[in-house]
């Protein structure tokens, strides 16, 4: 899992609570470290958390670079502002889970839980 937040604080603590609940997490503080990391990885990441409010880029627009560099990842966008807000910053809007900053771990780790849980197969 790749965290994308350029508050090292809060990157930090969102990889703990996913380390803590088992998930290999690792942090990065700009577009470029997450770039990195995606290519480091050969491409493959499982879930990838982005702050939408960034001061190098828009969120939106990384997470749809992110995306394509990383096919098969799945994309949370978060954010301390509201979702309505967010959503009209420009740019790519990402069809992603949204977490509002504050968010509790239970939160968290449920949602991550459910991205990585297998797709469920309709009954025929």
């Not at 604080?9 to 290999?24: E, M, T």
Request: aromatic content about 4%.
């Amino acid at each position: 899992i790749l965290v994308v937040d350029d508050d090292a604080s809060v990157g930090a603590l969102i990889q703990k609570v996913l380390r803590r609940d088992g998930h290999d997490a690792h942090h990065a503080l700009s577009p470029a470290e997450a770039e990195q990391h995606c290519a480091a990885w050969h491409h493959r990441v499982d879930v990838i958390v982005v702050d939408v409010v960034m001061p190098d880029e828009n969120g939106h627009e990384l997470a749809a670079r992110l995306a394509r560099r990383c096919p098969g990842s799945r994309i949370v966008m978060m954010s301390g502002y509201d979702d309505w807000r967010v959503r009209r910053i420009g740019g790519e809007v990402v069809d992603a889970p949204f977490l509002a900053k504050p968010f509790d771990p239970a939160t968290l780790a449920a949602l991550v839980e459910d991205l990585l849980a297998p797709p469920v197969e309709a009954e025929q």
